[in-house]
């Protein structure tokens, strides 16, 4: 079976840094991946990559097996790209944008992108760059989708929403995958918002992938141990992140726990836990299943 | 991409007509004004009908001559003006139309928007860049038929020496015109892709392209009217040939993948 996504070792250096290194990741057709990090770390540098608008300095990517390339048709044809500054004409009106949109893709959804866009009470007869930035976003959005494309490369689709446009976006997401069978690999800061809807996370940090996997698979290889402080000795290279507050401390561990005596209390964390102590630890990379692949094997996806 | 060329410069392309108006106007009150000046110069010397009115000074200080003929000096030098503004209708199309074709959307970076959809990016440059370039290239031929009308009405009736064609503004008539506002119209586009991030690619297009296009024309203008064609076809080769490679780097410069 074809990803919709392999990377090989993907760099792009700006002047003196790297914006993104050592990037190795394969996304399988069908499913959702969402990509977090902080600020910086290089999500939206991988999406642009991926979309074509920017050259890789070091390592390959391809798209559905081809490699990416922004001067190829049947390239452009397959991926939908939503850039982070959300660029529109903004002295086109509403319905003139979709007017573009339809006249620059063969595969172009009308209905479906003003059915939206009516649901929003977005005024068709405004000019885009009257609107609010949410509406602006959301038409962004639409462009995007409207386009049907098998891979949506979504940066940050969530900023700038209120909650009731971020459920409409969710839902939409949710409703290509399962019509059309599409791909989305989408950005975020805020773990909590992909959570309910990703197969795969991928955690960036400081140009590197630091976690990457299955929601499933991230959960159950990820361990909160609660303990008393003074006999906190595990492998370290396994601590993630290790809080003591007076006599107890809490460890977020990665991999299997071993045995504990009594004195420890083994709890479950919740992705935006993990999340949160792979930010307190950026220079941690993860030890288990090759780190930074995103390895996916059909047991994983059934 | 079409549509969207014309929908993102109906107003520019208002302000041109505009100026074209203008132009014409004043092409048809400076012609009126100086065929009524040479009537009036032709009743004022028909007692001396050996004195050209255009080439030497009348004889004597008669101010019944002095007056009509100081009138179609004057009016002379209204149409010089005239064909001032003319002569940078070229170089202003590219300005105005050729360099904002990329620049602008690179500044507003709806490049990223346009280059996202599902047209290559090469397809999208030429059909944008002819979408300006034909309708332009057309106008500017019906307007150097208006052009060669007008300097034909202010020369003919009186005018000594080297017949029409001299007269006629080289940079705005015969095949020049077209192959002006081509280069033009690439100069502009290229200079809006490459020199947008060090200085502002208007002035750069206006000053640099509106020189090297009177250099060309200068260079290939014949001071003699038997070589006027061969001036004109050898202008507007070297005008073609500037714009191939012009257009060739901005196509280089587009399918780089830097956005």
Same mark, same amino acid.
């Given at each position: 079976m074809v990803n919709a996504l392999e990377t090989s070792d993907l760099g792009r250096r700006y002047m003196l840094h790297? %914006? !993104? &290194? /050592?990037c190795t990741l394969q996304i399988p057709e069908g499913s959702i991946t969402g990509l977090v990090g902080p600020n910086g770390a290089g999500k939206s540098t991988l999406l642009r990559l991926c979309a074509g608008m920017s050259r890789p300095s070091a390592g390959s990517l391809s798209v559905f097996g081809q490699t990416v390339n922004p001067n190829s048709a049947s390239f452009l044809a397959k991926v939908g790209y939503l850039d982070q500054l959300r660029p !529109?004409?903004? $002295? !086109? =009106?509403v319905d003139e944008t979709l007017k573009f949109a339809q006249k620059m893709n063969? @595969?172009?959804d009308q209905s479906s992108a003003v059915r939206w866009l009516e649901e929003l009470n977005i005024?068709? *007869?405004?000019?885009? %760059?009257?609107?609010?930035v949410g509406q602006q976003a959301q038409i962004a959005l639409a462009v995007c989708m409207g386009k &049907?494309? /098998?891979l949506m490369l979504l *940066?940050?689709?969530? #900023? @700038?929403? *209120?909650p009731l446009a971020r459920r409409g976006v969710t839902q939409i997401i949710l409703d290509s995958v399962a019509e059309r069978q599409s791909t989305v690999f989408l950005s975020s800061h805020i773990v909590s918002e992909l959570e309910p809807i990703c197969d795969y996370l991928i955690v960036l940090s400081k140009s590197e992938v630091q976690l990457a996997g299955t929601t499933e698979s991230i959960l159950a290889n990820h361990h909160v141990l609660v303990g008393? #402080?003074?006999? #906190?000795?595990? *492998?370290?290279?396994?601590?993630?992140s290790s809080v003591t507050t007076g006599r107890q401390t809490t460890l977020l561990i990665e991999g299997e726990h071993g045995r504990v005596d009594d004195s420890w209390q083994v709890l479950a964390p919740d992705l935006e836990e993990i999340f949160l102590g792979y930010l307190a630890n950026p /220079?941690? =990379? $993860?030890?288990? @299943? @090759?780190?930074g692949g995103l390895q996916v094997n059909e047991e994983d996806r059934s | 991409m079409i549509w969207i060329t014309w929908r993102r410069y109906r107003v520019r392309l208002v302000i041109v007509a505009m100026y074209v108006l203008v132009l014409i106007v004043f092409m048809i009150i400076t012609e009126h004004a100086f065929q009524v000046a040479v009537h009036k110069c032709v009743q004022a010397l028909t007692p001396n009908v050996h004195i050209n009115c255009s080439s030497a000074s009348p004889v004597g200080p008669d101010t019944k001559v002095m007056r009509p003929f100081s009138r179609v000096l004057r009016t002379e030098s209204h149409a010089s003006q005239v064909a001032i503004g003319i002569l940078f209708l070229p170089i202003l199309i590219g300005s105005v139309?050729?360099?904002? +074709?990329?620049a602008s959307e690179m500044d507003a970076k709806t490049n990223r928007l346009a280059w996202s959809q599902s047209v290559t990016r090469t397809r999208w440059f030429l059909t944008s860049w002819l979408t300006l370039a034909i309708p332009a290239v057309s106008a500017m031929s019906l307007f150097a038929l208006i052009v060669q009308w007008w300097v034909t009405h202010i020369n003919a009736s009186l005018f000594s020496g080297g017949g029409l064609n001299q007269q006629l503004p080289f940079e705005i008539s015969g095949v020049v015109a077209i192959a002006y506002t081509i280069f033009a119209l690439s100069f502009g586009v290229c200079v809006g892709i490459l020199v947008r991030r060090f200085v502002s690619p208007y002035p750069v297009t206006f000053l640099i392209g509106g020189y090297v296009g009177s250099y060309v024309c200068e260079e290939n203008?014949?001071? +003699?009217?038997?070589?006027y064609w061969e001036g004109q076809w050898n202008a507007a080769a070297i005008f073609l040939a500037m714009s191939a490679v012009l257009l060739g780097l901005t196509v280089v410069a587009v399918r780089r993948w830097r956005t």
């Open positions: 790297w %914006g !993104l &290194r /050592n !529109l004409y903004k $002295q !086109l =009106r063969p @595969s172009w005024p068709f *007869d405004w000019k885009v %760059g009257l609107l609010s &049907r494309p /098998n *940066d940050e689709p969530f #900023a @700038s929403l *209120d008393p #402080a003074e006999s #906190a000795s595990f *492998d370290s290279a396994h601590v993630i /220079n941690f =990379r $993860q030890t288990k @299943s @090759s780190a | 139309f050729g360099t904002p +074709l990329i203008r014949y001071p +003699l009217n038997t070589h």
